[in-house]
């Protein structure tokens, strides 16, 4: 009998791949749709010739560059934060001993299960008090470490070899020297899956930006991409624009540490 020249799962994980796919495929035909056809019923699943009317609404509005600019900056500012600091507190918990370690990591991880609805009244006013409301600053600040990165980096450097470290103890280096010129460089997978993931939490983030922002040249692009939307009329064919635009910088995120990203997943156990 001939063997196959891929694996059998690739039987079944094709289809459910395209069926995943479908969504993403129907927003970029959508997106060269007019707003006739979107509305039309039965909709029309190839478009009659392709139209640009709602990317030239999207990108000709004047508040556009700006709303992803501020998404560009909480963003940048968010995933640089996490990997500094969800680094520096993974490494405390993986390899330093200090009284009720194990319990400021179960209360970590505690936080984690805490919906976010019962969460953002509290920091509402923490970001009131701060005098941060309408600025980028509050949509930065409660996304500047998460419980979730720190407990990834701790999972990672558990799961690499003390010996590594203890030479580098040995030549004379201190904690943030090793953790900065031997353990970083070996945990590329988990600096990129933590990049990866924060980087889509903040790009995507619509609800926080919803309730912390009220100026629309303070808006980032999820929040300025509702202000299509009207209670009347909806630009559909923009919506559809600017969600592929908006998509695009996750997609190719994703896919430049792809790789990374799978290695991280594969390496990063569940060990205590």
């Known amino acids: 009998m001939k063997r196959l020249p891929f694996s059998p799962w690739h039987l079944v994980l094709a289809p459910l791949a395209l069926l995943f796919a479908l969504p993403l495929l129907w927003l970029l035909v959508s997106s060269v749709m007019s707003n006739a056809e979107i509305n039309r019923f039965p909709p029309a699943l190839i478009p009659h010739g392709i139209k640009l009317d709602g990317y030239r609404f999207v990108l000709g509005n004047a508040l556009f560059p700006r709303w992803f600019l501020n998404s560009f900056i909480v963003s940048a500012v968010a995933v640089t934060a996490n990997l500094v600091l969800g680094s520096l507190g993974g490494y405390a918990f993986a390899?330093?001993?200090?009284?009720?370690?194990?319990?400021?990591?179960?209360?970590?991880?505690?936080?984690?299960?805490?919906?976010?609805?019962?969460?953002?009244?509290?920091?509402?006013?923490?970001?009131?008090?701060?005098?941060l409301i309408d600025t980028l600053g509050a949509l930065i600040i409660p996304s500047l470490v998460t419980p979730f990165s720190v407990f990834l980096f701790r999972q990672?450097?558990?799961?690499?070899?003390?010996?590594?470290?203890?030479?580098?103890?040995?030549?004379?280096?201190?904690?943030?020297?090793?953790?900065?010129?031997?353990?970083l460089p070996l945990a590329r997978p988990a600096l990129s899956t933590?990049?990866?993931?924060?980087?889509?939490?903040?790009?995507?983030?619509?609800?926080?930006?919803?309730?912390?922002?009220?100026?629309?040249?303070?808006?980032?692009?999820?929040?300025?991409?509702?202000?299509?939307?009207?209670?009347?009329?909806?630009?559909?064919?923009?919506?559809?624009?600017?969600?592929?635009?908006?998509?695009?910088?996750?997609?190719?995120?994703?896919l430049l540490a792809q790789k990374a990203f799978i290695r991280s997943l594969a390496s990063t156990g569940l060990k205590g």
């Not at 805490?114 to 969460?119: H, K, N």
């Not at 995507?204 to 040249?217: F, G, R, S």
Request: proline share 4%; net charge neutral; glycine share 8%.
């Open 95 to 131: 390899r330093m001993r200090f009284a009720g370690s194990k319990l400021m990591l179960g209360l970590m991880l505690a936080t984690m299960v805490i919906p976010f609805q019962l969460t953002m009244i509290p920091t509402f006013l923490v970001m009131k008090e701060l005098g």
């Open 156 to 183: 990672f450097f558990v799961s690499l070899p003390r010996e590594l470290e203890e030479a580098a103890w040995l030549d004379g280096c201190g904690r943030l020297r090793i953790l900065v010129s031997v353990v």
């Open 194 to 254: 933590v990049a990866v993931l924060t980087f889509l939490s903040t790009w995507n983030d619509l609800t926080w930006p919803l309730i912390a922002i009220n100026h629309d040249t303070n808006y980032t692009l999820q929040l300025g991409l509702t202000t299509f939307q009207g209670q009347h009329h909806t630009q559909w064919a923009a919506v559809m624009a600017g969600n592929v635009i908006t998509v695009l910088p996750v997609l190719l995120g994703f």
